[in-house]
Nanobody, 121 residues
């Protein structure tokens, strides 16, 4: 079994920064892709950024140039550095694993519990 522990959410003023972390625990053999999605009130969940095991990132157009995703494979941890935050970035941010092998079992998708990011003055 695999568990995700997210941290780093909170309240920040427009233009400020936050760093989210997500650590995966369990008998992890391999994780293909780790990433972040978000869901704002009344909206569908959307991709923010993902990063493969080889370090190749992908970003939503709305966060390009402001957010940076990184990954520590040794710690099975993914980070999201968010700069120049805007009110429209307010959402619950969810950590995601895509194709994780844990204890010999393939998990197609694993989700964290979510962490709230509020951008407001």
């Amino acid at each position: 079994q695999v568990q995700l522990v997210e941290s780093g959410g909170g309240l920040v003023q427009p233009g400020g920064s936050l760093r989210l972390s997500c650590a995966a625990s369990g008998r992890i053999d391999r994780i293909y892709s780790m990433g972040w999605y978000r869901q704002a009130p009344g909206k569908q969940r959307e991709l923010v950024a993902t990063i493969t095991s080889s370090g190749s990132p992908k970003y939503a157009d709305s966060v390009k140039g402001r957010f940076t995703i990184s990954r520590d494979n040794a710690k099975n941890t993914v980070y999201l550095q968010m700069n120049s935050l805007k009110s429209e970035d307010t959402a619950v941010y969810y950590c995601n694993l895509d194709h994780a092998v844990v204890g010999g079992t393939l998990y197609l998708e694993v989700w964290g519990q979510g962490t709230l990011v509020t951008v407001s003055s």
